[in-house]
């Protein structure tokens, strides 16, 4: 369902105005999509992992809607990378605290998204991370530590999130409370490989990637399904949201090489700057895979977690 840009219509999204590709999935179904009709789409593998998600309509900052939000065609990349916990610290608020490797050492990440068929149509992301402890306990965070680098389960904090759409925008950062923005952000993810690239606001490069992508396995819908937990203040209340990853085909490289990162100029460079990055750890990209991203719920956070 490609869409040239005189293709579009206005539609009202808590009190915004917000421009959506005419004759697409928002335009159309306003996030009750035909599952049907998404499984008919050549780029999807199959809709059986939305068939066990039944929707419900939910009042949030952006009227009423329908959650989870589903993304049935995505591929995503991620770089973990070794940070000091003082530098760490320092972005994030007292109530959280990093998750160390080592007394000293937290981990911190760049993301790409690249969102081919969803709700909301087609839109790429980027993101800068801080992996967190989860925030329903204080103890040693372990557990947390191995399955954030099998990538099973992320507890994170974002300080940016630039997107590719405005109603992307106006939902991540009214609806979800998330640093979001609106730039050119280009995502290409193929077996072969992983390239992005971020705009900042007078066009130049604020982030970039290019990487060859870690050799892919393939796996059955439902089979390795992950979840992404992240913490957001809204109107000074603290939430939590779940982001369900139905894995496809994935590939993980530990200590990848032939890594491209350019921090050029602007804010998602300027956020990673100031985490002062040591070494990269981890490189894991999903050429094919599925979501459900959730509304925040409130969610008890200690004061002072640090």
Sequence with gaps: MSSTPQDTVKVDLGGHTVTVPKGGLYDRYRMNTDLDEVADDPRVSGV?????????????????????????????????MLARTRAIRSRLPREL??????????????????YDVCDIDFYTEAAVG????????????????????KNEHLDSYVLSLPVSSEIA?????????????VTELDVDID????TARVANGDGGTDLSLSVPTP??????????????????????????????????????????RGIDLQLGRGRMA????????????????????????????????PSGNQ
């Design 48 to 80: 059986d992992f939305f068939r066990r998600l039944p929707k419900t309509e939910v009042d949030s900052p952006i009227g009423a809607t329908l959650t989870p939000n589903f993304y049935y065609r995505i591929s995503t990349a991620r770089l973990t």
């Design 97 to 114: 605290a990093p998750l160390e490797v080592a007394p000293g050492l937290g981990l911190i990440s760049a993301m790409f998204f690249r």
């Design 130 to 149: 801080i992996a967190v402890k989860p925030a329903r306990h204080g103890g040693l965070g372990f557990f947390d530590l191995v399955t954030a680098l």
């Design 169 to 181: 925008q106006v939902r991540g950062h009214d609806g979800y409370g998330f640093p979001k923005w």
């Design 191 to 194: 077996a072969g490989r992983t």
């Design 215 to 256: 050799a892919q396995t393939v796996h059955a819908s439902g089979e390795r399904v992950s979840s992404l937990t992240s913490y957001t203040s809204i109107n000074g209340a603290w939430h939590s949201i779940l982001n369900q990853t139905n894995m496809l085909a994935a590939g993980t490289v530990r200590f990848p």
């Design 270 to 301: 300027d956020d990673l700057r100031s985490l002062k990055p040591t070494r990269t750890v981890q490189l894991d990209v999903m050429t094919e895979g599925q979501a459900a991203l959730h509304m925040p719920v409130p969610t008890s956070v």
